[in-house]
């Protein structure tokens, strides 16, 4: 059984420099692709500016839906991230040690300890793959270790440590002692 803790993103919060499309359904004058400012807003026609950085996707459709009432009949408005370019750096998973090539991976979803690891070129030949540690920030700003079997993983396919990455996350294959 996996960790909850180390489960997927539960919510994607926007940040400056994402482009969102703004959909309202059957009032395509009113739908439009923006950029999110350096001060976390956006512009939608007809209303004007509104928060998106820092919500969620579902927070600023319903505060577009909200404000747009005034104008339109029950509207139905979508908000699509189209460009996640914000999280940049914050989205990434980095891998080090005794890897082949250590790396900053972007973060894809579905991504587990053992793809990021593959995409570092593997273990070397002086790795400790057992004594492998998965870093993660947690909300109260320590960082938690998970002990991640990776010898298991490669070599016996036994997966219960292969968790799932998140954003941020980094994994530290460690050198053997001699």
Excluded at 28 to 40: A, C, E, H, I, N
Excluded at 104 to 128: C, H, K, N, W
Excluded at 143 to 157: D, E, H, M, P, R
């Amino acid at each position: 059984m996996l960790n909850p803790d180390l489960m997927a993103v539960d919510a994607y919060h926007i940040g400056v420099d994402d482009q969102l499309q703004i959909s309202v359904w059957q009032n395509p004058d009113l739908s439009v692709t923006v950029p999110v400012r350096p001060d976390g807003k956006i512009t939608v026609p007809l209303i004007g500016d509104v928060q998106a950085g820092g919500q969620t996707p579902e927070a600023v459709a319903a505060t577009i839906q909200g404000k747009l009432k005034s104008y339109v009949r029950d509207p139905q408005v979508a908000v699509i991230l189209t460009e996640l370019r914000s999280h940049e750096y914050l989205s990434r998973v980095r891998v080090t040690g005794a890897v082949r090539t250590p790396v900053s991976l972007p973060y894809r979803q579905g991504m587990t300890i053992l793809d990021a690891v593959l995409a570092a070129g593997g273990t070397t030949e002086f790795a400790a793959p057992d004594k492998t540690e998965l870093y993660r920030h947690s909300g109260n700003g320590t960082t938690q270790s998970y002990a991640v079997q990776l010898g298991k993983i490669l070599q016996k396919g036994e997966l219960a440590t292969n968790y799932p990455v998140q954003p941020g996350d980094v994994v530290t294959v460690p050198q053997r002692a001699f």
